[in-house]
């Protein structure tokens, strides 16, 4: 059903889908409940870096070996909907910063033309309310640091018009308008917005464009939320509590993200989740996901024997002190905690991140994270709110412009 549920009055959809899914958890057995419900819900990640590939001359327009994800993956995976950063290399500056930005939008809308049955690149909640229905991938273009812009208003209103609808207002790099975390940790700048930043942020709120705060600093995360209407999103950030970095959110960022209606979507980077990892580790690391590619392919179906050999190798995993699937719940669980089940959601960094926790190998196995959150004890609902029911709430009310 690709969660067609969701878009249902609401008060019928719930009704419906606990009688459904009660029905099903009788008919089915245990094992295949969370297939059935993962398949249901409206699944959604809030950060993924495919465009890097597709600018790089791949095609992920069939199931390709390399990176964590395709156009078939996404499917395999259960995914509906997936914000595609728009991020620019370091080494592009100035005018050809601009134009590789603009190139990378131009692919994505390319593979969308090419791929209408699979793919609608989406601008407002009814757009991505009918890609889901009809079985489509939602598609939402999201600008990850603004360095390509070069300060200018006008290069904003034009990445609109080309169908941007999510802002990440820093990378690893400040601007004249942000601070980034990276360089507020380190004390290389005071930090916080200026008032072309504060200008900028104005601006998107009256687009109705999602801001996102992840890789932005302590101060000038501050400084948004005192300036913005509208709920943010962390699109790909975890938890300082359970892993002190800069790219982490601290519990009062938590708290306040959550306050103002926000989500944090919660990255899967290992080195985000956990400590520790030299060169051994992340070796032995690799020598696991061979192992788990093998697996993929003993057991195509992924089902009962490949959750039964993939729950074997994170035991593994887990005795050597390595992040797993579970690692990622665990930074879950604590958002949960402080935030509140109606302000967390996923965020991979798929395809920008180097290597990815056991058992979470590349997209296809999200289904995994839905059997691991329901064994943590999560209920149906609650699920469904960390796989995309949060971000939905967040985007129609910022593209809406509900105030």
């Not at 914000?83 to 930005?101: C, D, I, K, T």
């Not at 989406?122 to 889901?132: I, P």
């Not at 300060?151 to 209103?157: A, K, Q, S, V, Y």
Request: net charge neutral; glycine share 8%; charged share 25%.
């Amino acid at each position: 059903m690709d969660g067609v549920l969701f878009f249902i009055d609401m008060q019928t959809r719930f009704r419906y889908s606990v009688y459904l899914f009660c029905l099903l958890s009788v008919t089915l057995p245990a094992q295949e409940v969370y297939r059935t419900l993962h398949r249901d819900a409206v699944v959604v990640d809030g950060h993924s870096d495919v465009l890097g590939r597709v600018m790089s001359g791949e095609s992920i327009e069939s199931w390709t070996t390399s990176g964590h994800s395709d156009l078939p993956r996404f499917r395999a995976g259960g995914l509906d909907a997936q914000v595609f950063a728009v991020w620019v290399p370091s080494r592009e500056r100035g005018e050809r910063a601009w134009r590789f930005a603009l190139a990378e939008i131009d692919s994505l809308h390319a593979i969308a033309e090419r791929n209408p049955d699979r793919l609608r690149i989406v601008t407002d909640a009814q757009q991505l309310r009918e890609a889901v229905i009809t079985g489509r991938i939602a598609g939402i273009i999201g600008l990850e640091g603004g360095r390509c812009i070069d300060g200018r208003r006008d290069r904003i209103l034009q990445l609109y018009q080309r169908g941007l609808r999510s802002f990440g207002l820093t990378w690893n790099y400040s601007s004249d308008w942000a601070t980034c975390s990276k360089d507020e940790a380190s004390g290389k700048v005071r930090g916080g917005l200026s008032a072309k930043g504060k200008q900028f942020v104005a601006l998107l709120d009256s687009l109705g464009v999602l801001i996102d705060v992840s890789h932005l600093g302590e101060r000038s995360f501050r400084d948004v939320l005192s300036v913005t209407r509208h709920p943010l999103i962390a699109s790909h950030s975890a938890c300082t509590a359970l892993r002190k970095h800069h790219r982490n959110l601290t519990d009062a960022q938590l708290t306040a993200l959550a306050r103002g209606g926000g989500v944090v979507m919660i990255n899967f980077y290992p080195g985000f989740l956990t400590g520790g990892l030299n060169t051994t580790r992340i070796a032995e690391m690799r020598r696991l996901h061979e192992r788990h590619t093998k697996f993929k392919v003993q057991y195509p179906d992924r089902g009962p024997s490949y959750a039964a050999a993939t729950d074997h190798l994170m035991e593994e995993a887990r005795k050597a002190k390595l992040p797993t699937i579970h690692t990622i719940v665990d930074h879950i669980d604590h958002a949960v905690t402080v935030a509140g089940i109606d302000h967390v959601g996923l965020g991979s960094d798929f395809d920008g991140i180097s290597l990815t926790p056991i058992g979470m190998q590349d997209v296809t196995d999200l289904p995994l994270l839905t059997r691991i959150l329901r064994q943590r004890g999560y209920d149906d609902l609650s699920i469904r709110k960390i796989l995309g029911n949060n971000f939905l709430r967040v985007f129609e009310k910022v593209t809406s412009h509900d105030e």
